[in-house]
Structure formats: structure tokens, C-alpha cells
């Protein structure tokens, strides 16, 4: 699994939209959409730690998901 694979379970788990999670860290909509299609690999630690806390998880489960194929 990638990163915008995860990114994309926690944002369906929380219900979060892009628009909402782009007003909940002050992150540009452009930025998580290429997140979220692979244009963007993974983000810098701050940005990893502001998208999972605002997605009401952690950093460590994040990469957990994305970065261990059998923990699909």
C-alpha cells in the first residue's frame, strides 16, 4: 500500500473531504489531491504529523499502513 493509499482510508474513516481537511491544517487543496493521486510521494514530518492529527490518528499508524504490505 502507498502513502496516498493511507491517506486516503483515514480521510474515508474520519469523513473528511479534501476542501475539509485542506481548512483543518492550511495545507492547499493542490497539495493533498497530489497526495491522494501519487503525484506527491509522502510529506515532510510536520505535514505528516498535522494531516494525521487532524485525521484523528497517528503518524506511526499512517506509515503502518501505507509502508507494511501485509497490514492491509
Not at 10 to 29: D, F
Not at 39 to 44: D, M, T, V
Request: glycine letters at 6%; zero cysteines; charged letters at 25%.
Amino acid at each position: 500500500m502507498s502513502y496516498s493509499e493511507a491517506l486516503s482510508h483515514y480521510m474515508e474513516k474520519a469523513g473528511m473531504s479534501v476542501i475539509q481537511l485542506s481548512n483543518k491544517i492550511g495545507m492547499r487543496r493542490s497539495t493533498i489531491y497530489a497526495l491522494l493521486d501519487g503525484r506527491a510521494k509522502e510529506p515532510k514530518l510536520s505535514t505528516a504529523k498535522a494531516i494525521a492529527d487532524a485525521l484523528g490518528t497517528t503518524m506511526e499508524e499512517m506509515a503502518a499502513m501505507a509502508f507494511n504490505d501485509d497490514e492491509e
